[in-house]
């Protein structure tokens, strides 16, 4: 065995859950939860690198197939973050996006995927600490899941 070789022998020892990684989608809302997650950055809060912000005009803009879509892409979990209720920048969008995600949620399970990697949460753009704490909770609680292997598209 030479030098060279040892490296890869070893990742290819580790087990898979050592290396893996929960990849995580989160459409955030413009006017506050993206806020939040810039004031997370700015902020040097930490959270895991592994999640993927979409930015959106409103949560209630996020069509329950975007979420498909992104399981289907390779999400392990996503999550809609939006203004709390009654703080909406259109008024009722995030009334709208609460009605539609919790039959999203139902869909999901009917497809076989696990509801609990779908969060809808509420965050502020004055929230960078809990934007930040959301996605730690939710990587951990995704990587107790393991890796998503429904609904994926072929490579």
């Not at 290396?19 to 809302?29: R, S």
Request: glycine letters at 8%.
């Amino acid at each position: 065995m030479s030098v060279a070789e040892a490296p890869e022998e070893r990742a290819a020892a580790e087990p898979e859950s050592e290396a893996w990684q929960p990849k995580i989608v989160a459409f955030c809302c413009n006017w506050c939860s993206y806020a939040g997650a810039d004031l997370a950055g700015t902020s040097r809060l930490h959270y895991p690198a592994t999640v993927r912000v979409v930015r959106v005009p409103c949560s209630g803009r996020v069509n329950p197939r975007f979420v498909i879509r992104a399981f289907q892409r390779g999400a392990d979990g996503v999550l809609v973050a939006g203004c709390h209720p009654g703080d909406c920048h259109y008024s009722t969008g995030n009334y709208y996006a609460r009605r539609r995600f919790l039959l999203a949620r139902r869909l999901l399970e009917y497809m076989g995927i696990d509801p609990e990697r779908f969060w809808v949460k509420w965050i502020s753009g004055s929230e960078g600490p809990k934007f930040a704490e959301v996605i730690r909770e939710m990587s951990a609680a995704i990587s107790a899941l393991g890796p998503n292997r429904k609904a994926r598209e072929e490579e």
